[in-house]
């Protein structure tokens, strides 16, 4: 299979086509941050925070897939994913041994689109380094087995430097009043490590929860890897709070957002 470079499709509409003023101390000291993927003008600052407090060794970028179910419950892109101010190189070094555990998901199916959910966490990773390496991951799993033999594959081909972002956004234009009960709920889960619980509870229908599949997979990596699963909330907002001009969108609902580390 050919490398392929994915060009940046949503420069210029999710996300600015230059840096913002916007500062934070680049901290590499979490293996794992929650990281929201909405449009850089509701959720850019959440995001930078989050990305500001991952290692920056070698990611992988754990994505919401919108448009298209990958058939392996995981799509791996093969190839360089970009931003507008910089890319995420697909890793080089990569063995021989680990290429033949992950190559079952190795595709560009769901890239094609205009696939925010990387996207626009690159454009923050690349605020603190304009070239990483990364596997750009697009998940969605239904299947608890699935669950359990793709984090066996990560697990056997992770790296001790390694880090894992996260992309979510956890409500999606609903009553403020609602958003921010289950924004707390999601908070409490996140902070006592339960994150089999706060999965659980997305499935009831409780929390529409974009990005849950790509958390409760991070989950069973870092279990399998000794990392601390338990996360410490940066950020915790909706748009409803924020001072933008949202085009339209009733100012009784929002999209919630957290930022963490773990």
């Known amino acids: 299979m050919e ?12 996300y600015p086509n230059k ?3 916007i500062r934070f101390a680049d901290n590499p000291v979490s293996s794992a941050v ?13 995001s930078l925070e ?65 696939e925010h959910s990387i996207e626009n966490v690159l454009y923050c990773v ?6 990483v390496e990364a596997f750009c991951s697009l998940i969605r799993i239904s299947d608890e087995n699935d669950f359990e ?14 880090s894992i972002i996260i992309s979510t956004d956890w409500n999606h234009f609903v009553p403020v009043k ?19 619980g706060l999965y659980r509870l997305c499935l009831k229908g409780m929390q529409e929860a974009c990005g ?18 338990k996360f410490s909330i940066l950020t915790e907002t909706d748009s409803s709070k924020l001072e933008y001009d949202f085009g339209g969108l009733d100012s009784k609902t929002c999209v919630g957002y957290i930022s963490a580390r773990n």
Do not use: M
């Open 50 to 114: 989050a990305v500001s407090y991952v290692r920056k060794n070698r990611l992988w970028i754990f994505g919401t897939c919108h448009y298209e179910t990958p058939q392996n419950g995981i799509s791996i892109y093969y190839g360089d994913y970009s931003s507008s101010i910089g890319k995420a190189n697909f890793p080089k070094n990569i063995s021989e041994k680990d290429y033949s555990i992950l190559k079952h998901y190795f595709s560009d199916e769901g890239h094609r689109t205009e």
């Open 19 to 21: 840096k913002q003023s």
């Open 126 to 131: 690349n605020h603190f380094k304009e070239t």
């Open 149 to 162: 033999k793709i984090s066996d594959d990560i697990a056997q081909v992770w790296n001790k430097d390694d």
């Open 178 to 196: 609602i958003a921010n009960r289950l924004l707390d709920e999601a908070s409490s889960y996140l902070i006592n490590g339960d994150i089999p």
């Open 212 to 229: 849950i599949d790509g958390l409760y997979l991070a989950y069973k990596i870092l279990t399998k890897v000794s990392e601390n699963t």
């Open 34 to 46: 929650i990281s929201p993927h909405a449009g850089f003008v509701y959720s850019g600052t959440v």
């Open 3 to 14: 490398l392929k470079t994915r060009e940046p499709k949503c420069a210029g509409r999710w």
